[in-house]
């Protein structure tokens, strides 16, 4: 069984009580809250992964989920709460970041 896992760092303010929605290859998997983690089933082979949180994104990152195999990822808010409208107006695409994990 293969998966994709996404942890959520915990902020202390930007986005604290809205989840981010996951999604994988186009379609939404799951919710994650702040400082929370979450797991989706994958069949093995490339996947496309983005979290999105009311218009705004993060960059798709592109994975490759071997047969039995999880992908760690993380993510949180790229902007600082002082910059967050900066970033909703302008660099929507970018709001959230998401790479894999450390």
Same mark, same amino acid.
């Given at each position: 069984?293969?998966?994709? @896992? =996404?942890? %959520?760092?915990? $902020? &202390?303010?930007?986005?604290?009580? %809205? !989840?981010? =929605?996951? #999604?994988?290859?186009?379609?939404?998997? $799951? &919710?994650? $809250?702040?400082? @929370? *983690?979450?797991e989706v089933q994958v069949?093995?082979?490339?996947?496309?992964?983005? /979290? &999105?949180? !009311?218009?705004?994104? *993060?960059?798709? +990152?592109?994975?490759?989920?071997?047969?039995?195999?999880? =992908?760690?990822l993380s993510c949180g808010?790229?902007?600082?709460? /002082?910059? $967050?409208? #900066?970033?909703? +107006? #302008?660099?929507?695409?970018?709001? =959230?970041? /998401?790479?894999? @994990?450390?």
């Amino acid at each position: 069984m293969s998966r994709i @896992a =996404v942890h %959520r760092k915990k $902020a &202390r303010w930007q986005d604290r009580g %809205r !989840d981010y =929605v996951v #999604f994988v290859d186009g379609k939404e998997v $799951a &919710r994650i $809250a702040n400082g @929370a *983690s979450c797991e989706v089933q994958v069949v093995p082979g490339p996947h496309a992964v983005q /979290l &999105r949180i !009311d218009w705004c994104r *993060s960059p798709e +990152l592109r994975v490759e989920v071997g047969q039995g195999e999880t =992908v760690q990822l993380s993510c949180g808010p790229n902007a600082h709460p /002082l910059f $967050a409208i #900066f970033h909703i +107006l #302008f660099v929507r695409n970018r709001y =959230v970041w /998401l790479r894999p @994990a450390a």
